[in-house]
């Protein structure tokens, strides 16, 4: 029988398969956004994103978390996937027609240009949440189940067809349209709805991933175990506050900047600036969320096991080192990378290794929070994300009309390191781990050093010495690693074989 770390990084691999492809498409849309549209547009764009992941969070209410703690501990697993996906039919349908009605009420309170298009843009975006929780539980099962090549290809075909699909409408229809063109594709671009093409491709794309889980859905009868369900929110309750403060920490800074700064007229530039330079840190987020699909039913699986709490003080050294390669193969190259997104742009580049760390500080977090997933103290976890989103909103609101979107890059670097501190210490109180501190802060320590290093000749060299030097230092820092890891990963490898 194989290591179940080995497995874990087996599955985190397909998953990622699942993820990378994706994110990366999706980065690939980021300059051709960027450089095809105003820093203002992209900004629209990005804002009504944000609200898309609060409201992803309130339609969804903690369900998938919920089925995989109470799939794990019944029996009957076929009546828990019922009772959660029958739950998530019907509110979805309660929450989805409730927004659709008052979408022109929803526009116009947003202070948002495109104001003739935006109730159009409200109905899209509604049925893209809509659709998102409809899949969430079979995609749940899907991962329950070990199923991870199956998600992944379902992943990857829904953002494949969304990458298309915008591909063709914002390039192909658009240049039709510019050039005089009378033809069918010229006829589907309207100026006026610009970048709102963006949000159609994917509620399209959403639409034709549905029919192909459409076998997950069979055999589904329409009757609730009260009982079950009763208790199933009785767990889930806290996961949603937590849901929603931690959209707070990851979404809020690109809803509420525009509201914040002083000068109007550059308010939406700055939501549009700060958001393009977020997805730099792509890389950092697409592992913490292939680490997460793999990790979460890893985890309940292994809870039983004797030997569960010393494999998990394992997994986050290495996920942490993992983190730490990533920090430095983009800090260290962004003197390249900052191509990515259009001239306009790049004047926020400085908040990238910021927002680095603070997607490290979010990854522990994820790490440290199995402790009251599995103690069932998910209260704790809902006040640990409380904290985070106190700290962002007071931060945002204090510093922002000051020193705008960099205030919210440090605003939520000091959430997810509040976090970190405050899960660690309330799980060494309630389910304690003994995690390998001394190596983490010494790796941690080495990466900022070599990070800080870099500075010593930035801008003062040729841009390919830059380059050379740099990944020089990375270099170094994967030599240390081998040097200090080896004999610990010759022991896993021997252990799993």
Request: aromatic residues 16%; glycine residues 6%.
């Amino acid at each position: 029988m194989s290591h179940p770390l080995k497995k874990l990084a087996g599955q985190t691999v397909v998953y990622g398969l699942g993820t990378i492809v994706p994110r990366l498409l999706n980065y690939l849309l980021t300059p051709f956004l960027t450089y095809g549209f105003t820093a203002a547009e992209f900004g629209i764009n990005s804002e009504l994103y944000g609200y898309i992941a609060f409201l992803n969070v309130i339609f969804t209410y903690g369900m998938e978390t919920t089925f995989f703690n109470f799939s794990a501990k019944t029996e009957n697993k076929n009546e828990v996937y019922n009772t959660a996906l029958v739950a998530l039919l019907m509110s979805t349908a309660v929450f989805t027609g409730l927004l659709l009605l008052f979408s022109n009420a929803i526009a116009g309170s947003l202070s948002t240009p495109n104001a003739t298009y935006l109730p159009k843009f409200i109905v899209w975006c509604t049925l893209i949440i809509g659709t998102d929780a409809l899949m969430a539980i079979p995609f749940a099962r899907l991962r329950a189940n070990q199923q991870a090549l199956k998600f992944s290809l379902l992943k990857l075909f829904n953002v494949v067809v969304t990458f298309g699909l915008t591909i063709f409408l914002l390039q192909y229809c658009k240049k039709a349209y510019e050039a005089g063109d009378t033809g069918f594709a010229a006829s589907l671009y309207n100026p006026e709805i610009g970048i709102g093409y963006a949000f159609l491709a994917a509620l399209l794309s959403n639409f034709a991933t549905l029919l192909l889980l459409g076998p997950e859905f069979a055999g589904i009868q329409f009757k609730i175990n009260t009982d079950l369900l009763k208790a199933m929110l009785l767990y889930a309750w806290p996961l949603v506050i937590l849901g929603l403060a931690g959209m707070v920490n990851e979404t809020l800074d690109r809803i509420i900047i525009k509201e914040l700064m002083p000068d109007k007229s550059l308010a939406q530039d700055a939501v549009g600036i700060y958001s393009a330079c977020y997805k730099i840190a792509i890389l950092m987020s697409i592992f913490r969320q292939a680490f997460q699909f793999a990790a979460e039913p890893f985890f309940f699986g292994k809870a039983r096991d004797k030997d569960a709490t010393h494999t998990y003080a394992v997994v986050m050294k290495y996920f942490v080192i993992f983190c730490l390669f990533i920090f430095l193969g983009t800090t260290l190259n962004l003197n390249w990378i900052q191509y990515f997104v259009g001239e306009n742009f790049r004047t926020g580049m400085a908040v990238v290794p910021i927002l680095l760390i603070a997607n490290i500080c979010l990854g522990v977090v994820y790490n440290l929070s199995i402790w009251f997933k599995l103690s069932g103290k998910t209260r704790y976890g809902a006040i640990i994300a409380i904290a985070g989103a106190i700290v962002t909103i007071a931060l945002n609101v204090a510093f922002v009309p000051t020193y705008g979107y960099m205030a919210s890059a440090w605003a939520t670097l000091a959430a997810y390191f509040t976090m970190m501190v405050l899960s660690y210490f309330f799980g060494q109180k309630y389910y304690p781990i003994k995690y390998n501190l001394r190596a983490i802060f010494t790796y941690s320590a080495l990466t900022l050093g070599l990070y800080l290093l870099s500075h010593l000749w930035h801008n003062t060299i040729g841009f390919g010495s830059e380059i050379i030097i740099n990944n020089l230092l990375i270099l170094v820092f994967a030599a240390l690693v081998y040097k200090l890891e080896i004999n610990n990963l010759k022991r896993i490898r021997n252990h799993a074989s």
